[in-house]
């Protein structure tokens, strides 16, 4: 009984250590002038508990519905726009899956089903064609052609 008693004291002794040493780091942290780095931009729902993790806070708010729908585009556009940096497989894979999760969630908020996108496949598919025969377009006269990709610098 005696031992029981003793670990009990010593693991309550334990808990409110950390929360002194817890509370010293946040004083340290007030304390001192942080630098702010400015993101104005959706994030996904535990990295503030991580920056939280790591000593440090953030200022976050909760987005309207519309707001949040239009911070979604802007979402995919940032992910993507890593793409063309990487090279292994690995880098490439992580950053579709946080495209797919986007756009999974653009599904969800503008409510379109699977069999919408496929019907979208199948007609771009009719009118612009695959890309299995991997040809590159370095001009056109055609003032009409479309497009809305980025201009890349000559390689």
């Not at 009990?8 to 929360?19: E, V």
């Not at 991580?50 to 556009?77: A, H, M, P, W």
């Not at 771009?124 to 809305?148: A, H, P, Q």
Request: charged fraction near 35%.
């Amino acid at each position: 009984m005696m031992v029981n008693c003793l670990y009990a004291s010593l693991k309550l002794s334990l808990f409110y250590d950390r929360i002194r040493l817890a509370l010293y780091v946040k004083i340290l942290m007030s304390n001192k002038k942080v630098k702010r780095i400015h993101y104005n931009k959706l994030i996904r729902d535990r990295v503030p508990i991580t920056i939280n993790e790591r000593g440090y806070s953030c200022k976050t708010s909760r987005l309207s519905l519309k707001r949040f729908k239009q911070e979604l585009l802007k979402k995919v556009d940032e992910e993507a726009s890593a793409l063309p940096n990487l090279n292994k497989k690995q880098e490439v894979t992580n950053e579709l899956a946080d495209i797919i999760a986007i756009i999974n969630e653009i599904k969800k908020v503008f409510n379109i089903k699977d069999k919408d996108i496929k019907i979208e496949l199948q007609k771009n598919f009719k009118k612009k064609g695959g890309f299995k025969k991997r040809l590159f377009l370095y001009w056109s006269g055609d003032i009409n052609y479309k497009t809305n990709e980025r201009r890349y610098p000559n390689k």
